[in-house]
Each structure stands twice: as structure tokens, then as C-alpha cells.
């Protein structure tokens, strides 16, 4: 199965601003929603932002106004544009697409956010 390939994760300050990617490490048709969970430690995986191949978004409330979502078509990829960001957004951001029938995830990347 086609794995998906997240970076720009990063440690930073409070309020600062941090650009995520993702595309598929290979070839993958007719993918519908695309993108981006998160994980913080010792808590469950959660919703932060999708989108689908018709620029329809939806946020999670905890990050709307302060987060973006954008995608590529013709590339498969999609990117998490965050400001203003806080401690409590901290963990592990990981890439998410499906099609029909099926559901990529990818690897995961890091961001810390912390004075």
C-alpha cells in the first residue's frame, strides 16, 4: 500500500507559525478527503482538518481561525498551514487520504511547541 509522507514539523515558540506537507510516497487515483490528525501524548488521535477534491474544509473547533487547510489536486498533496500556535498543540501530526474502499495514513511528524 501507498504510504503517505508528512514533513515540516519542528519545535517552536508559542505563537509562532509552522507549515506542514504531505504527498504520497507513490502513485494513489481518486483520492476524496484528504488530511491532517493529531496525536498528543497520552491522549487519543484526533480530527484537526480535511478536505476534500472539491476545496470543501472542515476544522475541529480547537484550531479553527488559527489553522489552514490546502491541497493540491494534480499533486495528491495536501499541507496545514499553523498559526498562533500554543503549547497544547503539541504532538504528533499525521497525514490521512482516502478513496473509495480505502485509507492511507503516513509515518507521523513531531511538532513541539514550548518556551
Known amino acids: 500500500q501507498v504510504q503517505l509522507v508528512e514533513s515540516g514539523g519542528g519545535f517552536l515558540q508559542p505563537g509562532g507559525s509552522l507549515r506542514l506537507s504531505c504527498a504520497p510516497a507513490?502513485?494513489?487515483?481518486?483520492?476524496?478527503?484528504m488530511g491532517w490528525y493529531r496525536q498528543a501524548p497520552g491522549k487519543q488521535r484526533e480530527l484537526v482538518a480535511t478536505?476534500?477534491?472539491?476545496?470543501?474544509?472542515n476544522y475541529s473547533d480547537i484550531v479553527k481561525g488559527r489553522f489552514t487547510i490546502s491541497r493540491v489536486n494534480a499533486k495528491n498533496s495536501v499541507y496545514l498551514e499553523m498559526n498562533s500556535l500554543k503549547p497544547e498543540d503539541t504532538g504528533v501530526y499525521y497525514c490521512?487520504?482516502?478513496?473509495?474502499?480505502?485509507?492511507?495514513w503516513g509515518q507521523g511528524t513531531q511538532v513541539t511547541v514550548s518556551s
Open positions: 490521512y487520504a482516502e478513496r473509495p474502499g480505502w485509507a492511507y
Open positions: 507513490g502513485v494513489i487515483f481518486g483520492l476524496v478527503v
Open positions: 478536505i476534500t477534491n472539491t476545496g470543501r474544509t
